[in-house]
Nanobody, 125 residues
């Protein structure tokens, strides 16, 4: 069982940066592949980034590639999403998710079993 709590969201101007963090409880964090998803108003939840248990490789949606990075610290039970060059279209609630497998679990949200409550990111133009 893994419980996830996101933090770091907020309001930022376009081209600015934010760093989201996800704190996980439980002794099995290092066994889980992790991912970030987001959901904008009126839209479906979409994949943003993922990372395997070891910290590599990493995967990104085309819309954020080159601007976002994902990392994890298994000793601290955290996974982070560094978001640079933010755009208004990045505005969404961002969710941290954990898979029951150790390796990349794909871009479909159904493959992730544990979810945080989400943190709002708003990018103004």
């Amino acid at each position: 069982q893994v419980q996830l709590v996101e933090s770091g969201g907020g309001l930022v101007q376009a081209v600015g940066s934010l760093r989201l963090s996800c704190a996980a409880s439980g002794r099995t964090f290092s066994r889980h592949a992790m991912a970030w998803f987001r959901q904008a108003p009126g839209k479906e939840r979409e994949f943003v980034a993922a990372i395997s248990w070891s910290g590599g490789p990493t995967y990104f949606a085309d819309s954020v590639k080159g601007r976002f990075t994902i990392s994890r610290d298994n000793a601290a039970n955290t996974v982070s999403l560094q978001m640079n060059s933010l755009k208004p279209e990045d505005t969404a609630v961002y969710y941290c998710a954990a898979s029951t497998t150790s390796y990349y679990s794909g871009r479909n949200s159904v493959n992730y079993d544990y979810w945080g409550q989400g943190t709002q990111v708003t990018v103004s133009s």
